[in-house]
C-alpha cells in the first residue's frame, strides 16, 4: 500500500466531502484504540524495513513500507515480551531471532490510532479501490495536540486504472509525494530515527587536519557512546549495553595508547589509568554475560545425560551475575565516575580548541600521522607472525590477536582519510582473522574460568556430581574447538601477511604514499 500524508486543513473529515465530488465511497466501520511501536536499541528491525507493533496482547510484524503484515502473536495475560525466545509463534520467534539477537525489545512509541476504511466503487457498485484513513495521535498523558492523519491506498486486482486514476486526483491536490512508510511524517515531527544510534561512528576526517583536533572528534564520539549505554545498562535491559559501553572503553584506551604524542603526558596517564579501571571493573559481569549467553551452544555440546548438570552451573551463573551487576551499577554511582565523566568532556573540549604544548604530535596533519601508526602496527604484525611457532602456548596467540585488534581500531578511525573500498576490503579481512583469533582466546579462557570454578565449588553444592561431570565436559569439547580454531586461524593469518595485503598496505600507507 503506498501512503500519503494529509494537510491539516484535510484533517478531522475534511477530505471525505473532497473525495465524493468526483468518486462513489463507501465508508466502513471505523477501529480505535492504541498502538506500541518496539524495537532494539539501536534499530535492528527497522533497519532491515520491518515494524513492530503491539495492540493490547497482539504482537504484529509488518513491512515498513508496505504494511504487509508478515506474522503475528496472541499472547494470554498481560505480560509485556522483551526477548526473541519470550514469543509463542514459531515464525515470529524465529524471524525476530534472526534480527534481534541478543538485543531485547524496547518501546519505541505510543500512538492513539482511529481508523476509518473506505471503498471507491464504479458504476457497477463493485470495489475497484480501498482506502484507510488513520488518524494519529499522542497518548492523553502526553499532553500534546500533535495529529497525523495518513491516507493509504490498497489496489484491487483487475482495476488498476481506477488506482491510476485516483493517483492522479491526489497529484493535482499536491499528494504527488507518497511516503516512505505510513509513520514516515510521525517520525520526523517528534524527531524519532530508530537506527541513529551506532556502536561504531565512522566520522569524516580531512588530511589536512591538526591531530589533536581529528582525534579529539574521535574521542568525543566515543564518549557519546559510552553515555548512550549507561541508562541501559544499569536498568539490564540487555547484555548489549554492557557490551557497547565496554567497547567505546577499550577503542578509547587503544587511541590514548597509539597517539601518545597528541596528548599532555601527565593528563595522559590519567585518564588511561581511568579507562583501564573502568573496562577492568566490568569484567567479571562481561564473562557471566557472555556464559549465560553461551547456554543453548554449551547444551548442544553435552550428552543429554550432563544437561541436568549444566542447568545447575547456569542457575549458578545468573546468580553470581545478580550479585556483579548491582556490584557495577553501584560504582557507575559514585563520585569518581561522575568526577571521571565531568573531568574527560572538559579535558576532550580542550582538546578539540587547542594542541597541548608538550604534545609532539598535536599538530602534525593527521594523515601523515594515521598511515605512519598504521604502517608500524602492520610491521609489527607480520614480525610477531615470523616468529610464530604454532605449537606455541595460548599466550603467543593471544598476543597477536591483541595486535590485530589494535590495527584494526586504527583502520576504523581513520577509514575517511583514504580510499573506502580499499580500507573496507582491509577491515573485513582483518575481522576474518580477529574472528578466530578472538575465538581461540575465548576458548581459552573459558576452560580456565571453568577448571577455576571447580576448585572453588563447595562440597555442599546441591547436585555436585552432575555439575562436576557437565563442567567436565564441557572442558572437553572446547578444548578441540580450540584446535580446530588453532588451524583456522592459520589460514586468515597467511592471508593478511601474504604478498598481495603487504603490497596494498605499502600503497596506502608506506611512507612514500602520496595523499588521498
Not at 471503498?119 to 484513513?133: F, S, Y
Not at 576490503?425 to 581459552?444: A, H, M, P
Request: aromatic share 10%; with cysteine; hydrophobic share 40%.
Amino acid at each position: 500500500m503506498k501512503s500519503y500524508a494529509l494537510p491539516p486543513q484535510l484533517y478531522n473529515g475534511a477530505l471525505l466531502p473532497l473525495l465524493q465530488e468526483t468518486f462513489r465511497i463507501t465508508a466502513h466501520k471505523y477501529e480505535q484504540g492504541q498502538r506500541e511501536y518496539l524495537d532494539s536499541f539501536d534499530g535492528r528491525l527497522y533497519r532491515q524495513g520491518l515494524l513492530l507493533m503491539r495492540e493490547n496482547s497482539q504482537y504484529t510484524l509488518r513491512k515498513l513500507r508496505s504494511g504487509k503484515i508478515l506474522c503475528q502473536d496472541n499472547q494470554s495475560g498481560r505480560r509485556i515480551l522483551r526477548m526473541a525466545d519470550d514469543f509463542q509463534d514459531a515464525q515470529l520467534r524465529s524471524q525476530l531471532s534472526e534480527w534481534l539477537q541478543m538485543r531485547a525489545l524496547i518501546p519505541l512509541l505510543q500512538l492513539e490510532y482511529h481508523l476509518r476504511p473506505y471503498a471507491i466503487m464504479n458504476q457497477d457498485q463493485k470495489t475497484v479501490l480501498r482506502l484507510w484513513l488513520t488518524a494519529f495521535t499522542l497518548p492523553p498523558d502526553i499532553h500534546s495536540s500533535k495529529r497525523w492523519e495518513i491516507l493509504q491506498l490498497e489496489k484491487i486486482r483487475g482495476y488498476q486504472d481506477s488506482a491510476r486514476q485516483f493517483r492522479k486526483w491526489l497529484q493535482e491536490r499536491d499528494f504527488s509525494r507518497h511516503l516512505a512508510h505510513v509513520l514516515e511524517p510521525v517520525f520526523t515531527d517528534l524527531d524519532l530515527r530508530p537506527d541513529a544510534y551506532t556502536s561504531k561512528p565512522r566520522l569524516t576526517l580531512f588530511p589536512a587536519m591538526p591531530a589533536h583536533r581529528a582525534v579529539a572528534q574521535i574521542l568525543q564520539a566515543l564518549f557519546t557512546v559510552m553515555r548512550q549505554n549507561e541508562e541501559g545498562l544499569q536498568a539490564d535491559i540487555d547484555t548489549e549495553f554492557l557490551h557497547d559501553f565496554r567497547v567505546a572503553i577499550r577503542r578509547t584506551r587503544s587511541l590514548l595508547g597509539q597517539l601518545k604524542g597528541v596528548f599532555p603526558a601527565q593528563q595522559l596517564q590519567h585518564f588511561r589509568n581511568e579507562f583501564s579501571y573502568w573496562g577492568k571493573s566490568s569484567n567479571r559481569l562481561r564473562d557471566l554475560d557472555v556464559y549465560l549467553l553461551k547456554k543453548e551452544h554449551f547444551r548442544s555440546l553435552l550428552p543429554p545425560t550432563l544437561h541436568e548438570g549444566l542447568d545447575e552451573l547456569m542457575r549458578q551463573l545468573r546468580q553470581a551475575r545478580s550479585r556483579e551487576r548491582r556490584r557495577f551499577v553501584r560504582r557507575l554511582q559514585t563520585r569518581r565516575y561522575q568526577r571521571f565523566t565531568a573531568e574527560w568532556q572538559a579535558f576532550l573540549s580542550t582538546l578539540k580548541q587547542q594542541a597541548a604544548a608538550d604534545a609532539a604530535d598535536g599538530t602534525r596533519d593527521i594523515y601523515v600521522l594515521a598511515r605512519k601508526k598504521i604502517r608500524r602496527r602492520y610491521h609489527k604484525i607480520l614480525r610477531i607472525v615470523k616468529q610464530l611457532e604454532w605449537t606455541a602456548a595460548d599466550a603467543q596467540l593471544h598476543s597477536l590477536r591483541l595486535e590485530c585488534k589494535q590495527l584494526r581500531y586504527l583502520l576504523e578511525f581513520f577509514h575517511s582519510l583514504f580510499p573506502p573500498a580499499k580500507m573496507d576490503r582491509l577491515i573485513v579481512q582483518l575481522k576474518d582473522l580477529q574472528d578466530y583469533l578472538g575465538e581461540f582466546n575465548d576458548l581459552s579462557v573459558q576452560q580456565d574460568f571453568l577448571n577455576a570454578f571447580l576448585e572453588t565449588l563447595p562440597d555442599e553444592t546441591e547436585k555436585r556430581q552432575d555439575v562436576v561431570a557437565a563442567v567436565g565436559g564441557l572442558i572437553v569439547k572446547l578444548k578441540e574447538q580450540q584446535d580446530h580454531n588453532r588451524a583456522a586461524a592459520a589460514v586468515h593469518i597467511a592471508a593478511f601477511t601474504n604478498t598481495d595485503s603487504k603490497r596494498t598496505i605499502a600503497k596506502l600507507f608506506g611512507k612514500h604514499s602520496g595523499s588521498k
